[in-house]
């Protein structure tokens, strides 16, 4: 209730985009601090101190679960054939990739797709309403938040057990990913005048750029499978 209200208060018409640039930039700078003085810290250390195979068979492990969830939604957009490519992934990558950690999968040319519930909605329909910048997780849209749920509920290593592993794993996953990012986090502080701006418009149109790619393979599936019958 309190971040309703805190959005509702900084809510602004100048962009029809971002009715709620007020509340995001404030949302923004926050984690932005937050990131400079823990994250990235962190991930600095792990990047140097890890040496880059094992980043490499982490990042796969993490994927190849993830594959699993993709796999589901590109089946719930009607993209049959892309869903059973992604299964064969964790299918080979798990069996002869050592539970993951190898991604033989993209050298036998099966190439990763990643897929959310957010984009799932978004392939049948679903607008994407304003943006929103979350704490601690960034950026999103209205119809994006509401798909976060089910992409969490969708995740396997959620449900690994005992529970401490399972967080130690989901801390490891996430300084990784922070990892990979750096170089790209270094490089938009040097060219963004609007750091703000630059992350928002990248991410609507990477999205709705996500979204457009997915509807028109689903058509052309559909279309495909009528001209079959």
Same mark, same amino acid.
């Given at each position: ?50 040496? &880059? ?5 982490? +990042?796969?492990? @993490?994927?190849?679960? #993830? *594959?699993? =969830? !993709? ?68 950026? &999103? ?5 509401? +798909?976060?749920? @089910?992409?969490?509920? #969708? *995740?396997? =290593? !959620? ?71």
């Amino acid at each position: 209730m309190v971040l309703v209200g805190a959005i509702g208060g900084c809510a602004s018409p100048g962009n029809p985009n971002d009715p709620l640039e007020g509340y995001n930039r404030t949302m923004f700078s926050v984690n932005d601090n937050i990131d400079t003085y823990a994250f990235k810290p962190v991930a600095e250390g792990y990047k140097t101190i890890t040496p &880059s195979f094992v980043q490499t068979g982490v +990042g796969n492990f @993490f994927g190849n679960l #993830g *594959d699993l =969830w !993709s796999a589901t939604n590109e089946l719930l957009q009607g993209r049959g054939e892309v869903g059973v490519s992604s299964l064969m992934r964790v299918a080979i990558n798990t069996t002869f990739g050592l539970g993951g950690v190898l991604d033989i999968a993209t050298e036998a040319r099966l190439p990763k797709q990643k897929s959310d519930f957010g984009q799932t909605l978004g392939v049948w329909g679903v607008g994407s309403g304003p943006y929103i910048v979350l704490p601690l997780l960034g950026s &999103s849209t209205l119809r994006d938040v509401a +798909g976060t749920p @089910f992409d969490w509920y #969708g *995740d396997p =290593w !959620s449900y690994k057990r005992p529970v401490d592993v399972r967080n130690i794993g989901t801390v490891v996953q996430m300084v990784d990913r922070r990892a990979q990012l750096l170089d790209a986090g270094n490089l938009l502080n040097d060219i963004a005048l609007d750091k703000y701006v630059f992350m928002r418009d990248a991410y609507l149109q990477s999205r709705q750029s996500q979204i457009d790619a997915a509807k028109e393979k689903s058509i052309n599936l559909h279309s495909k499978n009528s001209h079959i019958d």
